[in-house]
């Protein structure tokens, strides 16, 4: 099914439809003026403003060693301690949460889900401080990482520190739902530690001892849970039953892989002014990611190639050789058409907690931007 199949017919909500169900509100408010963009890039845009005085409060709330770090890796200062323009990620996580708030519970169910929004995000960035330590990855959003400037263990720890912080934030909410919001998003937590370990440990595999299942499973803890769970919280928030929750989760884990396997295809194919990471870093690392495992284990002669090249450590000269055969063995499409197939039960899914098309249109539309994206 395409992309354009998938969305439900008639689904083209106005501005005055996106404010009604609260996944926009206008300037009334002092958000963002009229819809004047991509529905999602609004979506983006107007839940980044709704969280980010939470977030820059929880952030302040830490010990001066940890807020310096912390503000450098949110892009709200620069390694010096000076004011940068700031540089938080795209907010997919906390836009789930608020939109299916909204679409369960209008806009003052978004309004009461802010702080499951924050508590999320923050997980989110302790994932990302501690990914790139394990990864020794240098860049991410366009700028050096935190451990690269402030070392392991300061990273690692303000890591921790942000887990904590999502966990008293929800701690503190008086909201009926808060309590059953704090338990689901530990559970993630564990979830996603685990989906992070079996990734490292597919890492000192040989590449022909990997399994495309086994990888899909691993990207399913390590990127679904989190997107499922910003769902399922903003479902708890409104007050949704027990199997639109369920729904709702399941909503957004089949759209985390799908955007799992888009961001593996743009680690290889993508633009590097685009994605802020320098090109082909994860070939380089000889990482097996999902459209790379789909390629080993494709029976194609190119795959032969291909684990022959994983076998030997990177060399400037193969990495464009590397990629080729990636897609010559056919891990490009695979990746993009099982994106599609993942989003097509994603849509399930949202008709299942959310049929009328109009309520559904904000969380569709996030779905769609992270098979879209080009970062
Ligand atoms: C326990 C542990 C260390 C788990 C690791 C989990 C992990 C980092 C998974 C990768 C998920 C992912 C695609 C992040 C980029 O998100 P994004 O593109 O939305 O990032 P942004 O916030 O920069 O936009």
């Known amino acids: 099914m395409t992309q354009a199949q998938a969305r439900p017919a008639g689904v083209r909500p106005s501005t005055e439809t996106l404010e009604r169900r609260g996944s926009i509100t206008t300037d009334r408010d002092g958000g963002p003026g009229p819809l004047d963009g991509p529905e999602a890039a609004v979506i983006l845009e107007r839940a980044r403003a709704t969280v980010d005085p939470e977030l820059r409060a929880a952030v302040e709330s830490l010990p001066a060693s940890l807020r310096r770090i912390t503000r450098y890796h949110f892009g709200w200062e620069h390694a010096d301690g000076t004011p940068a323009a700031g540089n938080a990620g795209k907010a997919i996580r906390p836009a789930l949460v608020l939109t299916a708030a909204a679409a369960i519970g209008g806009p003052r169910a978004r309004a009461a889900a802010v702080r499951a929004a924050v508590a999320v995000e923050l997980v989110h960035n302790f994932t990302l401080l501690h990914d790139d330590v394990m990864d020794r990855d240098a860049t991410r959003r366009h700028r050096a990482t935190a451990w690269t400037v402030f070392g392991d263990a300061d990273a690692i720890l303000a890591g921790d520190a942000l887990q904590a912080l999502a966990l008293r934030l929800l701690a503190e909410d008086p909201h009926p739902a808060s309590a059953a919001a704090g338990a689901r998003l530990a559970d993630c937590v564990v979830e996603l530690c685990a989906g992070q370990q079996a990734d490292t440990a597919l890492e ?15 990207a399913e803890a390590k990127t679904g849970a989190l997107l499922g769970c910003a769902c399922a919280l903003g479902a708890l928030y409104a007050g949704a039953a027990d199997e639109d929750v369920v729904a709702l989760d399941a909503f957004g884990r089949e759209a985390g ?48 190639e291909l684990a022959a090249l994983y076998e030997v450590p990177y060399d400037e000269e193969d990495l464009q050789r590397t990629a080729l055969a990636v897609e010559r063995a056919g891990g490009r499409d695979w990746a993009q058409a099982q994106a599609a197939e993942r989003m097509a039960r994603a849509m399930q899914e949202l008709a299942r907690a959310v049929p009328e098309p109009e309520e559904a249109g904000g969380l569709l539309a996030l779905a769609e931007f992270v098979t879209r994206r080009s970062n």
């Open 204 to 218: 000192k595999r040989g590449p022909g001892e990997v399994g495309l299942d086994e990888v899909l499973t691993m």
């Open 257 to 304: 892989l799908a955007f799992q396997l888009i961001d593996d295809v743009i680690g290889i194919w993508g633009d590097p002014g685009h994605t802020g990471k320098p090109a082909g870093a994860d070939l380089a690392a000889r990482k097996k990611s999902l459209p790379v495992v789909a390629a080993l284990t494709s029976g194609d002669p190119a795959a032969a």
